[in-house]
């Protein structure tokens, strides 16, 4: 079915593409070490006990192979491209470009471990994914014998996540395969996972792998659930957020629907559903952490899967008592002065006189 | 000198031979292990003139490098492209989840360190402290 706003979806999509919102997946390392990573968006839809997690990794032009790491929840059951607009249409439900973006159109000794096991294999454009199962020693060997090189962080952050669950998907994109191609600079190629699992959960800690403390790691996260979903951390509690902001969260429009539901692959969505968007903006040495989502109505993210104690030694985020203390602390000394001097002056004194 | 106390001293005599040889120039084992990408000790003193072995251990699933010398030697490595140290024994490559040992006899007392020279591992803080005795 042709649908009226696709071309100015596929326009302004490519517009995105190079504007703020760069589609990219996290974690790319080249092969000097560094990450080419600009801002992520990420979409999560958990929908009778599967989770469809659509990421996309954009070229971005030059030559040679880079890859990236993406933690999972659990063995996916199909790896597929995914659909053509699903995350350029989630951009656009929550952050509808200024009209005058139109006129810029057109710029567009012996190991002690053995390797991860090889889950499944695919070839997505000039992706190579490979599904694996291992600890973070065995993990890190398969990706330094296919010719990653990881960051100094990497063998931490494995092990973050091979303790909770040991399946990663490692994509190896090969710019000159990307470039004979015809790939453009800016264009993505989106991967869609199905992985059945009993509550979604988004690595974000793995968005922080290679940066300095001085960085920032910047994301977008889309989330499409049956009912609100509970998040730990929580996005919108005063002062306990980590970074997070809640972007956007509102029962997700018919429109919307629709127009995911006819995307490749997205047959899956439901008639109601709800939608949030958590926008990341942290220091990479603070994102030790995940987003854990609670989709059941139960209201009870798991801190293990947000990476929490008692699974490590990083604290749960609670509310903090001692600000709120202090505050208090505040108000009952400040307003009895402020009453007192209120009525010193009496109810309507004036501003000094100059003399 | 009777038959039992002649054996007795020549015994003695060869031991304190053996022991006197060993606190010249016997080599003294240092292990140090490499772990999320630090090094466990990041302070060792060991005596002058005392060939020493170094064991690194690299339980990391990422190569690693020690390379230990004075500001100078540093510098140069740090702005260096070798893909590979091993025939020096102040430059060593460590594979991934593997062990290496080398021996080293420092001369001269003073402090040097020893630092991972791969991109961004220093800045990561994989650097430590060696103090020579005099």
């Known amino acids: 079915m042709r649908r009226p706003w696709r071309p100015f979806l596929a326009a302004t999509a490519a517009l995105l593409i190079t504007a703020a919102p760069a589609l990219a997946c996290g974690g790319l390392i080249g092969p000097n070490g560094a990450v080419n990573l600009l801002r992520t968006t990420t979409f999560a839809g958990y929908h009778d006990g599967v989770e469809h997690y659509v990421t996309a990794f954009q070229f971005a032009g030059g030559g ?31 952050d509808p470009p200024a009209f005058e973006a139109f006129r810029t159109l057109g710029g567009v000794e012996a190991a002690a471990a053995d390797e991860a096991e090889v889950l499944l294999e695919t070839t997505i454009d000039a992706l190579d994914i490979t599904i694996l199962r291992g600890g973070g020693d065995e993990v890190g060997l398969w990706a330094k014998n296919h010719g990653f090189r990881l960051p100094p962080d990497a063998p931490e952050v494995l092990d973050f996540y091979a303790d909770r669950s040991p399946i990663f998907m490692a994509a190896a994109f090969d710019a000159d395969a990307a470039a004979a191609r015809g790939q453009a600079v800016g264009d993505g190629t989106p991967v869609h996972l199905t992985i059945p699992t009993d509550n979604p959960w988004v690595p974000l800690r793995i968005l922080g792998l290679g940066k300095s403390s001085a960085e920032t790691v910047q994301a977008d996260v889309y989330l499409l659930t049956d009912d609100k979903p509970a998040m730990l951390p929580n996005p919108e509690a005063f002062l306990e957020a980590n970074g997070l902001l809640l972007d956007h969260s509102a029962p997700a429009t018919e429109p919307l629907l629709t127009d995911l539901r006819s995307d490749v692959g997205m047959e899956w969505v439901p008639d109601d559903a709800w939608l949030t968007k958590v926008v990341i903006d942290s220091p990479a040495d603070a994102l030790d952490f995940d987003l854990a989502i609670d989709a059941s109505g139960a209201g009870n993210p798991s801190p293990v899967d947000a990476g929490y104690a008692p699974f490590s030694g990083n604290p749960l985020p609670r509310s903090p008592i001692a600000v709120y203390l202090l505050l208090m602390a505040v108000a009952i000394v400040a307003v009895p002065v402020a009453l007192a001097r209120v009525a010193r002056r009496g109810p309507f004194a004036g501003p000094p006189a100059a003399a | 000198m009777s038959r039992i106390a002649c054996p007795v001293v020549v015994s003695l005599l060869l031991l304190g031979v053996a022991t006197t040889a060993g606190c010249a120039a016997s080599p003294q084992t240092v292990t140090i292990t490499i772990h999320y990408s630090g090094f466990d000790p990041t302070e060792i003193s060991v005596p002058r003139g005392v060939p020493i072995t170094f064991v690194l251990v690299n339980e990391d699933p990422i190569d690693h490098e020690w390379l230990i010398g004075d500001e100078a030697f540093h510098q140069k490595h740090r702005t260096g492209t070798h893909a590979g140290h091993g025939a020096v024994p102040n430059e060593v490559s460590i594979p991934a989840l593997q062990t290496v040992t080398t021996t080293i006899t420092f001369d001269d007392p003073g402090r040097v360190a020893y630092i991972c020279h791969l991109p961004s591992h220093e800045e990561y803080g994989m650097v430590g402290w060696l103090t020579v005795g005099k």
Do not use: C, H, M, N
Request: hydrophobic share 35%; net charge negative; glycine share 12%.
């Open chain 1, 64 to 94: 040679g192979a880079f890859g990236s790491i993406t933690p999972l929840p659990d063995i996916p059951s199909k790896v597929e491209r995914g659909g053509d607009w699903t995350l350029q249409r989630l951009i656009l439900e929550t």
